[in-house]
């Protein structure tokens, strides 16, 4: 952020209120309108017919039966489907994902298009999808993890270092007084939003028009311009409401294009829907790990050396390793760090962000050997998180630039009731007869900006509309950002009208990294700081106003006025009316303050207390109890705050017990492609989970002083219900989701 903007208004009233989230009327009434309600003139529906094997080549198609099939128009294959401009699998930007768009007959995972059969209606495409009945030459395909050849990539996430270290961990371990080593297990899984990707494409010459749900509609614009050829101008991507992303809408995935390209080809309207199953095909998944955490400990219980390496999966043909490893140089103080990682390379589709990608599966592993450290020395594992508690992050030595964890741990354990809890495991039982543990885990997720634009039209009438390309994921991100507005225009938030979810206004950066609020909300800031600025230039300088020849500087907006913060004040509305203006904008931009971001590490901590009960016959784990303390920044929301954080919560503790995708090495299919299968949460499954909001003030971080809350949740989570089921049976399982078998 530019030196020089303003200080948040004092008097803000928006920021920091619980208000309900913009977006809930139109959600729960139905009139949200999401891609796969658009219904152009004319649509076709296109279907995709995915592959059955997950290596070799499609040899046949009964295109025949296919096109016989009442009310099918087209059949789109690799042998007639429209050109594109680039090569789907070309890296034409530093982050761009391999798509793929029938370029051939290659088969890579299964669950890859091999065609798409377009129809009058959705049945028509259906059946003919059927009928396709692709033939195929298969090759012997590998999905297991451990099986594969491991190799050293050149980095890992989107382009972090595969390797960091600092001080000499070998020699550290060497001398230490205890050593512990562990190796877990992390299974695949799925994002799974509830809006599965769809898309509905128009084109009008060689303008279109795309309705699908995007994390980012800028680079989904670029990405999609780019393979089509096309001025990205040409290109309107709307996304006004979205499903829920959780990363796997965060790039545009191949089916999106797909059925931009069948509307090319049929030329008319199509929309492209995908299945369930399909979702877990050809959009990206958080892919398996191996991690094994080698800890060097002290007799005073300080921590000499941490080393941390993954083993992380990916696709045979993309790059995309999530960086298991890499959060474990930030959590703990200790002499000696390194984390490492090493790839295998599977027949399955390319990996993609999934929220708190690295992080979820690192932190699990890290807080239960952090957690195994404690034991082995005889120690409070909250007191031992304590004792090597980081006043600067351990890999590179930075100060941190404000971290609250302490009173985290306070405010978590007071909540929780930690104290008293016995050291020794099998300890405790409830009235039931079930086994009762207790566990902790460190949240921690680096707070990310990117760069953003933004801007702000206020109108004669004082109402106000604020523009930018952000995304309402589900997360609040309308509602918030239109409370930064509010205040940054001092405006009451009656009078401010946010758009939003377009490629056609300004790049608001992606709904990712839980940077969102941070990034946009800053953009948003400088725009409103700039439209206060103009409209102080005007009043100042006009003799009719009561501001008049007041310094600039010390004027401030709120309520809807000019204030000169000695009772004089002159409403936004009448210092237009007497300038005989309309309306007056100003554009605002956002960048991370790159100085600040060199010399210190930024990130949201929080530390997540669980209690399970654990039925000693059948092995059952309930979690009876979930409690986690955040420390993010300023709380723009503190209601939409908390529904992430519990959010990413039950995710962590869905990680810990529930979700595999499970490959079946037969055929390298996941063979519980559906959710009745692949397993969830549900209500039942959940106890009241808690989260309490930690003050923290950040005056680095960017000017909102926000660090964001959509992924620190999952972080900590897993790794306390994964201790707490330890420190109930005695049992300690290092490969997840913990199953019923591993206990009984
Ligand atoms: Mo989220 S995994 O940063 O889209």
């Given at each position: 952020?530019?030196?020089?903007?303003?200080?948040?208004?004092?008097?803000?009233?928006?920021?920091?209120?619980?208000?309900?989230?913009?977006?809930?009327?139109?959600?729960?009434?139905?009139?949200?309108?999401?891609?796969?309600?658009?219904?152009?003139?004319?649509?076709?529906?296109?279907?995709?017919?995915?592959?059955?094997?997950?290596?070799?080549?499609?040899?046949?198609?009964?295109?025949?039966?296919?096109?016989?099939?009442?009310?099918?128009?087209?059949?789109?294959?690799?042998?007639?489907?429209?050109?594109?401009?680039?090569?789907?699998?070309?890296?034409?930007?530093?982050?761009?994902?391999?798509?793929?768009?029938?370029?051939?007959?290659?088969?890579?995972?299964?669950?890859?298009?091999?065609?798409?059969?377009?129809?009058?209606?959705?049945?028509?495409?259906?059946?003919?999808?059927?009928?396709?009945?692709?033939?195929?030459?298969?090759?012997?395909?590998?999905?297991?993890?451990?099986?594969?050849?491991?190799?050293?990539?050149?980095?890992?996430?989107?382009?972090?270092?595969?390797?960091?270290?600092?001080?000499?961990?070998?020699?550290?371990?060497?001398?230490?007084?205890?050593?512990?080593?562990?190796?877990?297990?992390?299974?695949?899984?799925?994002?799974?939003?509830?809006?599965?990707?769809?898309?509905?494409?128009?084109?009008?010459?060689?303008?279109?028009?795309?309705?699908?749900?995007?994390?980012?509609?800028?680079?989904?614009?670029?990405?999609?311009?780019?393979?089509?050829?096309?001025?990205?101008?040409?290109?309107?991507?709307?996304?006004?409401?979205?499903?829920?992303?959780?990363?796997?809408?965060?790039?545009?995935?191949?089916?999106?294009?797909?059925?931009?390209?069948?509307?090319?080809?049929?030329?008319?309207?199509?929309?492209?829907?995908?299945?369930?199953?399909?979702?877990?095909?050809?959009?990206?998944?958080?892919?398996?790990?191996?991690?094994?955490?080698?800890?060097?400990?002290?007799?005073?219980?300080?921590?000499?050396?941490?080393?941390?390496?993954?083993?992380?999966?990916?696709?045979?043909?993309?790059?995309?390793?999530?960086?298991?490893?890499?959060?474990?140089?930030?959590?703990?103080?200790?002499?000696?760090?390194?984390?490492?990682?090493?790839?295998?390379?599977?027949?399955?589709?390319?990996?993609?962000?999934?929220?708190?990608?690295?992080?979820?599966?690192?932190?699990?592993?890290?807080?239960?050997?952090?957690?195994?450290?404690?034991?082995?020395?005889?120690?409070?594992?909250?007191?031992?998180?304590?004792?090597?508690?980081?006043?600067?992050?351990?890999?590179?030595?930075?100060?941190?630039?404000?971290?609250?964890?302490?009173?985290?741990?306070?405010?978590?354990?007071?909540?929780?009731?930690?104290?008293?809890?016995?050291?020794?495991?099998?300890?405790?039982?409830?009235?039931?007869?079930?086994?009762?543990?207790?566990?902790?885990?460190?949240?921690?997720?680096?707070?990310?900006?990117?760069?953003?634009?933004?801007?702000?039209?206020?109108?004669?009438?004082?109402?106000?509309?604020?523009?930018?390309?952000?995304?309402?994921?589900?997360?609040?991100?309308?509602?918030?950002?239109?409370?930064?507005?509010?205040?940054?225009?001092?405006?009451?938030?009656?009078?401010?009208?946010?758009?939003?979810?377009?490629?056609?206004?300004?790049?608001?950066?992606?709904?990712?990294?839980?940077?969102?609020?941070?990034?946009?909300?800053?953009?948003?800031?400088?725009?409103?700081?700039?439209?206060?600025?103009?409209?102080?230039?005007?009043?100042?300088?006009?003799?009719?106003?009561?501001?008049?020849?007041?310094?600039?500087?010390?004027?401030?907006?709120?309520?809807?006025?000019?204030?000169?913060?000695?009772?004089?004040?002159?409403?936004?509305?009448?210092?237009?009316?007497?300038?005989?203006?309309?309306?007056?904008?100003?554009?605002?931009?956002?960048?991370?303050?790159?100085?600040?971001?060199?010399?210190?590490?930024?990130?949201?901590?929080?530390?997540?207390?669980?209690?399970?009960?654990v039925d000693p016959d059948l092995g059952a784990?309930?979690?009876?109890?979930?409690?986690?303390?955040?420390?993010?920044?300023?709380?723009?929301?503190?209601?939409?705050?908390?529904?992430?954080?519990?959010?990413?919560?039950?995710?962590?503790?869905?990680?810990?017990?529930?979700?595999?995708?499970?490959?079946?090495?037969?055929?390298?299919?996941?063979?519980?492609?559906?959710?009745?299968?692949?397993?969830?949460?549900?209500?039942?499954?959940?106890?009241?989970?808690?989260?309490?909001?930690?003050?923290?003030?950040?005056?680095?971080?960017?000017?909102?002083?926000?660090?964001?809350?959509?992924?620190?949740?999952?972080?900590?989570?897993?790794?306390?219900?994964?201790?707490?089921?330890?420190?109930?049976t005695?049992v300690?399982?290092?490969?997840?989701?913990?199953r019923i078998e591993d206990l009984a």
């Amino acid at each position: 952020m530019a030196e020089g903007t303003a200080p948040i208004s004092p008097e803000g009233a928006a920021i920091g209120r619980p208000i309900a989230r913009d977006d809930g009327v139109a959600k729960v009434t139905g009139r949200a309108r999401y891609a796969a309600d658009c219904r152009p003139p004319g649509l076709l529906h296109a279907v995709i017919a995915p592959s059955r094997i997950a290596r070799g080549r499609v040899t046949a198609f009964d295109l025949d039966a296919a096109m016989a099939e009442p009310g099918v128009v087209a059949v789109m294959t690799p042998a007639n489907r429209p050109p594109l401009a680039e090569d789907p699998d070309a890296k034409t930007a530093p982050i761009v994902f391999r798509l793929d768009l029938l370029q051939d007959d290659r088969i890579r995972y299964a669950g890859q298009p091999v065609a798409v059969v377009i129809g009058e209606t959705l049945e028509a495409a259906e059946e003919g999808a059927f009928r396709l009945a692709p033939a195929y030459a298969a090759e012997p395909a590998l999905v297991d993890i451990d099986a594969a050849e491991p190799f050293v990539p050149e980095t890992v996430g989107l382009g972090a270092p595969v390797e960091r270290r600092r001080g000499d961990v070998e020699a550290a371990l060497a001398t230490a007084a205890h050593r512990v080593q562990r190796r877990y297990e992390t299974a695949a899984q799925v994002h799974n939003p509830l809006e599965p990707h769809a898309v509905v494409a128009v084109w009008e010459g060689d303008r279109l028009w795309v309705d699908t749900p995007s994390q980012n509609v800028a680079r989904a614009q670029r990405r999609i311009a780019g393979l089509l050829g096309l001025p990205p101008d040409h290109v309107h991507i709307r996304s006004p409401f979205v499903g829920g992303g959780f990363g796997a809408k965060a790039f545009p995935a191949g089916p999106q294009v797909l059925g931009i390209l069948a509307a090319r080809l049929v030329g008319r309207p199509v929309k492209l829907v995908l299945s369930r199953a399909q979702m877990f095909g050809a959009v990206g998944h958080r892919a398996p790990t191996r991690q094994t955490l080698r800890l060097g400990l002290a007799d005073d219980g300080t921590i000499a050396a941490l080393a941390h390496h993954a083993r992380v999966a990916s696709s045979r043909f993309d790059d995309f390793f999530e960086p298991a490893a890499a959060l474990s140089g930030g959590v703990y103080a200790a002499g000696a760090v390194e984390t490492t990682h090493e790839a295998v390379r599977l027949d399955i589709a390319t990996p993609v962000v999934m929220r708190g990608p690295g992080e979820a599966t690192g932190s699990l592993a890290l807080e239960c050997a952090i957690d195994e450290a404690a034991a082995e020395l005889g120690l409070d594992p909250l007191a031992f998180r304590r004792l090597n508690h980081a006043d600067t992050e351990p890999i590179s030595g930075r100060p941190f630039s404000s971290k609250a964890l302490r009173a985290c741990y306070d405010a978590g354990a007071a909540r929780f009731g930690w104290a008293g809890r016995p050291l020794a495991p099998r300890s405790l039982s409830d009235s039931d007869g079930r086994l009762v543990g207790l566990g902790i885990g460190t949240a921690v997720f680096p707070s990310m900006m990117f760069q953003a634009e933004a801007r702000a039209l206020l109108r004669a009438d004082g109402a106000a509309i604020v523009e930018l390309g952000a995304h309402e994921i589900g997360q609040g991100a309308a509602t918030a950002l239109r409370q930064i507005a509010a205040d940054a225009l001092g405006l009451p938030l009656s009078a401010v009208t946010l758009r939003t979810g377009a490629s056609d206004l300004p790049d608001a950066g992606g709904a990712a990294g839980s940077s969102h609020t941070a990034t946009a909300g800053s953009a948003i800031h400088a725009a409103g700081t700039a439209l206060v600025a103009r409209l102080a230039a005007l009043a100042t300088a006009d003799p009719a106003s009561p501001l008049h020849g007041a310094g600039n500087a010390v004027l401030f907006a709120a309520d809807g006025a000019l204030h000169a913060g000695d009772g004089r004040r002159d409403p936004h509305a009448a210092v237009l009316a007497r300038a005989g203006l309309g309306a007056i904008e100003a554009r605002g931009a956002a960048a991370p303050d790159r100085a600040a971001r060199a010399s210190h590490a930024m990130a949201a901590h929080g530390a997540v207390f669980a209690e399970v009960a654990v039925d000693p016959d059948l092995g059952a784990i309930r979690v009876t109890r979930l409690v986690g303390a955040f420390a993010a920044g300023r709380i723009v929301n503190p209601r939409l705050a908390r529904s992430q954080l519990v959010g990413g919560m039950i995710w962590g503790l869905s990680l810990a017990l529930h979700e595999a995708a499970q490959f079946d090495p037969a055929t390298g299919a996941i063979a519980n492609a559906d959710l009745g299968a692949y397993r969830i949460p549900v209500h039942a499954d959940l106890p009241f989970v808690e989260a309490l909001l930690v003050a923290e003030e950040d005056t680095l971080v960017n000017p909102l002083g926000v660090k964001g809350v959509g992924e620190i949740g999952i972080t900590g989570t897993a790794g306390a219900v994964a201790n707490a089921v330890w420190h109930a049976t005695g049992v300690r399982i290092r490969r997840f989701p913990i199953r019923i078998e591993d206990l009984a």
